[in-house]
């Protein structure tokens, strides 16, 4: 069955006006399943009262810093797609509170498993949303991967526009909810393909981390000295200079195994310590990263996709906040816009991306649903 979508957006910032324009553009009688992302600026309240109102499918969706569809990038509003015709197939488990996690992911996958024989025909793959400030990711999607088994996931960390005060998560009750996490599993007739992509690789500037705090991914100290101290300097900077738009393009790469893994800095904390978007450890040596080209790694990767799926009706992504703000900073957004556009990429921009077991960052996680 072909897979059929219909997209909509509004930049009201009321919130009935703009889930009625988002409606009229994406709602009618064959629809299955909304995915839709918001500006933190709305009353959540109200908007998510307006969505339970309207959709009575499931419903999915979260705050963000911005999304991506077929008109490109919007840095406000809602834009939402719409699932229609019987092709794709969406059932959203809540976790809440996420202290709780691994109990309520053991319950998801044995629900999960005994669906599976129901869904032997299908292809299916899981999407995670989760409150962007939560630092639980890397254990939360390591155990979903762990537990669920056999299933491509890809995500995003929910975002507030570079605030850090509150990022929400919606499941279809009307409510937007902090210290959550939604887990979709979709299912559809048509192969679905999970791929990852990033532009830093490991550059020649070497730092160790002698001194951090793990559970709130902290770096207290590099090579001895105050973090932010360290970093700037590597990096010929004064502490003054260290901006969001500094931490894009120049994040932290470890290397595992022989793969690189972006370590993003959030910002610069009053004792010169840096919070991470992604955890870390004492003991570890980093890199400050080399950038390479962003429009040719993605345009590589859609390559890649397409020798495999030469047709894909649409592509879910989840993308850094960082590499957005790279974008803008280097001009290259609208270029960037313009191949998401003709990739037909729709999603977000993430405080943090997950891909299968791992949480990442500056990195542009996605999955491929076939035509």
Do not use: W
């Amino acid at each position: 069955m072909t897979i059929n979508t219909r997209f909509g957006a509004s930049e009201s910032t009321d919130p009935a006006q703009a889930v009625a324009e988002l409606a009229a553009l994406i709602d009618g009688p064959d629809i299955d399943a909304v995915l839709f992302f918001c500006s933190p600026d709305f009353d959540l309240q109200a908007l998510g009262r307006a969505l339970q109102d309207t959709f009575t499918c499931p419903t999915i969706g979260c705050t963000s810093c911005g999304h991506f569809g077929p008109d490109g990038f919007h840095p406000s509003g809602i834009l939402g797609v719409a699932f229609a015709g019987g092709g794709i197939h969406l059932r959203p488990y809540l976790i809440t509170p996420l202290v709780t996690y691994a109990e309520q992911v053991a319950v998801i996958a044995n629900d999960i498993r005994a669906t599976r024989e129901n869904d032997r025909q299908l292809h299916r793959f899981g999407m995670l949303l989760v409150d962007g400030l939560s630092m639980v990711e890397e254990r939360l999607v390591a155990e979903l991967y762990r537990m669920v088994g056999n299933l491509p996931i890809i995500g995003g960390s929910a975002g507030d526009n570079l605030n850090f005060k509150h990022t929400h998560v919606y499941a279809g009750d009307g409510r937007f909810l902090s210290d959550a996490a939604v887990f979709a599993l979709f299912a559809s007739e048509q192969p679905v393909t999970a791929f990852k992509t990033q532009h830093f690789a490991p550059g020649p500037v070497e730092l160790v981390i002698t001194a951090a705090d793990p559970e709130n991914r902290i770096i207290l100290e590099m090579d001895g000295e105050p973090a932010a101290l360290a970093y700037a300097d590597a990096l010929g900077l004064s502490l003054a200079d260290l901006t969001p738009c500094v931490f894009s393009r120049h994040p932290l790469v470890l290397t595992i195994g022989g793969n690189a893994y972006v370590r993003s800095i959030q910002k610069v904390n009053e004792d010169l310590s840096l919070p991470c978007y992604c955890a870390i450890d004492e003991g570890l040596i980093v890199t400050i990263g080399k950038a390479l080209d962003p429009l040719q790694t993605i345009t590589a990767a859609f390559a890649e996709l397409h020798r495999t799926m030469p047709e894909p009706a649409l592509v879910i992504g989840c993308d850094c906040i960082l590499r957005r703000l790279e974008f803008e900073q280097t001009l290259i957004d609208q270029d960037m816009s313009k191949l998401m556009v003709q990739n037909r990429v729709f999603g977000f921009f993430t405080y943090g991306e997950q891909y299968n077991g791992v949480h990442v960052n500056q990195t542009l996680t996605a999955i491929a649903i076939g035509g």
